[in-house]
């Protein structure tokens, strides 16, 4: 996708909205075209699921200031009540179930974004925590919410939406297409608005902005609610479209930690940041286990390939901290201009 | 300094009027309006601000010991002290970013035992920081904006859609940003990054972001800290030409006494957390206690040490 777009970018005079539309056409009619299975299954549906997470974070701690480490907590709620909602409230619509899951996460959000009120920093990353054990606890402790299964594992339902079926991987690729399009407008419309400058006033000065009356407590909840509103939905995809099973263990710390490195490495207060770390995340064991299975052969093995992924992850986001603390949006930028730059020159 | 702006105290209705704000009245007209109805209520205007026997420690430092102050509507009124004198503890007190130990701050006839930041602004009160506190990721509009957003009705899910009432708060918002911006002439940084401009435009944004809610009182603390002489007289100007167009009073701290006797209409003097002298510049300045307290060291003092 990135070629795509780095061919579009010496129109810069073209108006803003033209390379997202773009994008999406194409995401919409080509990649389906040319895409096998195995790009929908390991690359795409996780890529888009992770995006959204990101999209989700990113406007807690990104724009809103107040670092989480329970996303993968919010992505359970989700993923768990649509599931629940599925099964137990008979022909309740898709479209439905996600929006009240999604709820459902919300209000998981706003609990656990009380601390926020009181904690700042460090110290609200640390009792964000406690989301992220206790939802995974109670969704292991309690078998209703599996519905008594024995492994706690759950097959997902069928995926519909106004009676038509999205089957097979084109067809839940394009179900999580356009949720996460659908989420990300809305994102990007919510981060211009005045809430979203409320959100980066209490990021960036909070004693200020109560003091030119910005409501801070409600502010910081609703960042809470909207973004694990997202990240919940963003649970539902992971499970319903990506992994087509629902379980807890899915949805440990190291999730929560890989949405965090995505906002991180993609870039802060940045919707394209989101999905910028989330190809690079996905993307990048493939590749580092193509390359090493290529250079080094059997020794490459799996053990080998999960150690030397966190090596190299770990090197690259404290490489990503020192020098382009904006993240890859940064970096796209200063590539972008200095391509227009020579485009004109030329 | 004329003195014909503590009549305001007596118009303040028509004076805070939006629609006045909106057409940007100006400023000779404001004078006008002034100079005709000074004469009855100049001195005996009901003082806008009053602390009383405002005492505050932190722990065993006593930061202030039963100050008293008193604000005219419509004066700049100044407060100076040395390093530590509790000066912005004052202005926190104001605010109600601390809340007195005893005494009480009486707002347009309404006391408080801590006055409630969260309604500041919608008292019709605004403040500038010592330290800058601009929102760096915000561009200089916004930031001046975000002084109005307090007056936000419709909810993030109207402001996703874009429906209601959103379009004409923005609008409201964003024209008024502008005329600010204009007034101080910041229209030429007007979409940069806060966080990218020199500090002294970033004091400078400080007080638009302060200005645009049209505060009643607006409390400066330090406004030209850390400023070269050329931008303090500046400065100086544009918190004149502030309370002349906006018919704002003014409450400011600083350091620098030259800057604040030409500038204010009135200055009390902190030391130790009390207050020694109280008048005008004139009175001030001739003070035995003030000298000795603050101006009489100011030699030593003229490599900035403290300051």
């Given amino acids: 996708m990135s070629a795509i777009a780095t061919q579009l970018s010496p129109a810069a005079g073209l108006p803003k909205w033209l390379a997202p539309l773009l994008l999406i056409a194409f995401a919409y009619v080509v990649v389906p075209l040319i895409g096998n299975s195995y790009l929908f299954e390991a690359i795409l549906l996780p890529f888009l699921a992770l995006s959204l997470a990101g999209v989700g974070l990113n406007i807690l701690t990104g724009y809103a200031g107040q670092v989480s480490l329970g996303s993968a907590a919010f992505m359970a709620a989700g993923a768990f009540a649509a599931y629940n909602f599925n099964l137990r409230v008979e022909g309740l619509p898709l479209a439905a179930s996600i929006t009240l899951s999604g709820l459902v996460a919300a209000a998981v959000g706003i609990v656990f974004g009380l601390p926020s009120l009181r904690l700042k920093g460090f110290y609200l990353a640390v009792s964000t925590l406690a989301a992220q054990f206790f939802v995974q606890w109670a969704l292991t402790k309690f078998n209703w919410f599996s519905n008594d299964s024995a492994s706690g594992v759950i097959d997902a339902p069928k995926l519909s939406i106004g009676g038509f079926e999205f089957d097979g991987a084109v067809g839940r690729y394009l179900f999580a297409l356009t949720v996460v399009a659908v989420l990300t407008f809305l994102a990007h419309r919510l981060v211009t608005s005045q809430t979203g400058r409320n959100f980066i006033a209490i990021r960036d000065n909070e004693t200020a902005a109560r003091i030119i009356g910005i409501p801070v407590l409600k502010t910081k909840l609703l960042a809470f609610a909207i973004s694990s509103f997202i990240i919940g939905v963003a649970g539902v995809i992971w499970a319903f479209a990506y992994l087509r099973t629902v379980e807890p263990a899915g949805f440990d710390l190291d999730r929560s930690f890989q949405i965090l490195f995505i906002i991180i490495i993609g870039g802060l207060a940045s919707i394209r940041g989101a999905f910028l770390g989330a190809a690079l995340i996905v993307v990048f064991p493939l590749v580092l286990s193509r390359l090493g299975g290529f250079l080094l052969g059997d020794l490459f093995d799996s053990g080998v390939l999960d150690m030397s992924q966190r090596i190299v992850l770990g090197a690259l986001i404290i490489l990503f901290l020192i020098l382009e603390p904006d993240g890859l949006v940064a970096l796209w930028d200063r590539v972008r201009r200095r391509l227009s730059l020579a485009w004109q020159s030329s | ?307």
């Fill in chain 2, 1 to 307: 300094m004329p003195i014909s702006n503590h009549a305001f105290g007596a118009v303040e209705a028509s004076v805070y009027a939006p629609e006045i704000f909106a057409q940007g009245l100006p400023a000779a007209q404001l004078q006008d309006h002034g100079d005709r109805l000074r004469q009855p209520t100049a001195e005996d205007a009901a003082p806008l601000l009053d602390l009383e026997g405002i005492g505050l420690s932190f722990g065993g430092v006593v930061a202030l010991a039963d100050v008293d102050l008193s604000v005219r509507p419509g004066e700049i009124r100044a407060i100076i002290g040395p390093n530590g004198a509790g000066k912005s503890s004052l202005i926190n007190v104001i605010s109600g970013v601390y809340r007195a130990d005893r005494g009480h701050v009486r707002l347009d006839g309404a006391r408080y035992a801590q006055v409630p930041t969260q309604r500041l602004a919608r008292l019709g009160v605004a403040r500038t920081f010592q330290n800058l506190a601009l929102f760096k990721g915000l561009s200089v509009l916004d930031n001046v904006g975000s002084g109005l957003a307090y007056r936000t009705r419709s909810n993030f899910a109207e402001q996703i859609l874009g429906i209601g009432r959103t379009r004409r708060e923005q609008q409201q918002q964003r024209g008024r940003a502008d005329q600010v911006l204009e007034f101080l002439h910041l229209t030429d940084v007007r979409d940069r990054l806060a966080g990218t401009l020199p500090y002294g435009l970033q004091k400078r944004v400080e007080l638009a972001r302060a200005l645009v809610a049209e505060p009643r009182l607006l409390l400066l603390d330090e406004p030209m800290a850390g400023m070269t002489a050329g931008e303090k007289s500046e400065m100086a100007a544009y918190v004149r030409a502030a309370r002349d167009r906006f018919a704002t009073t003014v409450v400011l701290i600083e350091h620098d006494v030259g800057v604040v006797m030409g500038l204010s209409d009135r200055v009390a003097v902190l030391d130790y957390g009390r207050k020694i002298a109280d008048g005008t510049p004139d009175e001030v300045r001739n003070d035995q206690r003030v000298i000795d307290a603050y101006l009489g060291v100011a030699s030593d003092n003229e490599d900035g040490a403290g300051i």
